[in-house]
């Protein structure tokens, strides 16, 4: 039998008290229809919320002038810290070169560099003038290899000013992408053959004449930014964020997670901002109460995930936010440093996760080690939101909160639950959902249903049927599920988390296949890092080695053995799977920069591997059982 590490619930926890928090439970009115339709309605309403996210920069940089809003590390190890007055004073002369500049929404700004303070400015910046930005992930630049989906979204958006922080770094993509009539900005660098204006020179603009008013005449309307969002072709959606939906998105946050106005917060964060929940939910609510956010430029993973562990020795959160393997990868850090344990629990009023579902085993142990802390278990929350949201949309009480429990729609969001295949198919309406995508008419028009309500495309099931103040529960994306060639539909989403739960600790996800096939199959992504815990011999950086190792392999089948022992019909039933051993591309779109899988891509990139899997005699590598 292969070591099996182990991943059973810590005991003693589960009856320790919750830390106490200020929190704004959500309460829903219930509205029926005759055709299964069912309207979800806050019953408080929504408060007033400004007109412009730099409003709030106004308001603090005049009420704690020296309270330091954002800091990274600096070359020699200490942290370069901008105050709010200083933050103000800065963008006020960033907007001023940008107005100068006449750019648009025809002719926004384009950032390809990831989280830093000069981004970040920039950003501001562009928010101060109304100009449109757009925040892109490095990956486009600097791991795709074909350019496609840049090349993509620079025809899409048509910019006339394009950041870097390095040019140096981005200089190939730069210089393939980048149209002539459109400035490139950096912070240090050349791109050969072309002219590179510095920040510097921006930061060094005299206060522009209109400036003042430029800035008052941005409204709820005006495009803040464009986020990029994948579809099912891979190709980026950009869609738009209005003022609106930023301003009012912040209100639902605060109204919700309440203990933001009991001190303002403070932030230790790497997630990336050319995503929603970095970008718009973690800088917005610092910005929004006042709070410190701290550049963390460490990664959920070997080689990064000690960078974290540096800042988190040095600065104690109020809020936490991560994805699941961000919390996993620091966990052996919190158990085995008291010191570090003692910092991260020392102020934190609750834990945010959001992008996948947090395993059963990463919870416990997270309040496992709080209550040996604090006495307390640290509430631990989530909920579902969209870019096309802002993207707070539901929330989970402390009290009812777990993994796969989404809750209920904060004040502002109506939620809609359409029958759909026997689940409950979940829209939104609220001031917070985006007006469409850029230049994306048929799209838009796809997106949205007759009401008004923005179509998620996913599906959730009640907790409690007789009940709905006990909230619901996700139930997978409606467009992954298939009907088997018996007719029977399987639930993919619900399937997916169940299988690599059983899986745990050697799978991060799975495909599921099996459209009119007789039996469902799996092709597995597997957790190095995970599979390390089996076999520390293996290279980490080798997925063919660690794909085919015995070890792993037998580890696997035991863990896939007992997960087919437990289905209960055809619909839950995988009997053959593969372990790939090639990652997945971002060029092909079968995954996200941020990780996430997209199923329809993978199926249709890797339809030969599928084809194997359901080969009457199938090779060597694909397990069946």
Known sequence: MSAKPNMSVPAGTSDAPLRPISFGDPVVSVERRDDGTIYLRPKKPLGDYPVRLTDRLHHWANAEPNRVFMAERDKGGGWRQVTYAQWLAAVRHIASALLARGLSAERPIVILSGNSVDHALLAFGAL????????????????????????????????GLVFADDAGKFADALAANVPGDAEIVACRGAVPGRKVTMLAELLATPEHPRL????????????????LTSGSTGNPKAVINTQRMICANQVMLRETLAFLKDEPPVIVDWLPWNHTFGGNHNIGLTVFNGGSMYLDEGKPMPGGIEETVRNLREISPTVYFNVPKGYESLLPYLRDDKALRAKFFHRLHAMFFAGAALSPFVWNSLDELAVAETGYRVPVLTGLGATETAPFFMSVKPATSRSGHVGLPVTGNDAKLIPNNGKLEVRAKGPNVTPGYWRQPELTAAAFD????????????????????????????????FKLASGTWVSVGPLRARFVAACAPLVRDVVIAGINQDEISALVILDIDGCRLINPTLPPDDLAAIASDPLIREAFRERFAEFLASATGSSTRITRAVLLDTPLSIDSGEVTDKGSINQRAVLDHRSGLIDLLYSPTPPAHVITL
């Open 212 to 227: 003042d008013a430029a800035h008052a005449a941005i409204g709820p309307d005006t495009i803040a930014k464009f986020l």
């Open 128 to 159: 101060y003038a109304g100009i449109p930005f757009c925040p892109v992930s490095p990956a486009y630049s600097l791991i795709s290899r074909d350019y496609g989906k840049l090349a993509y979204l620079m025809k899409l958006l048509t910019p």
């Open 450 to 481: 007759e009401e008004g309500f923005y179509k998620f495309g996913d599906a959730l099931k009640p907790v409690d049927p007789n009940d709905f103040d006990k909230g619901f529960d996700f139930d997978g994306r409606i467009a992954e599920d």
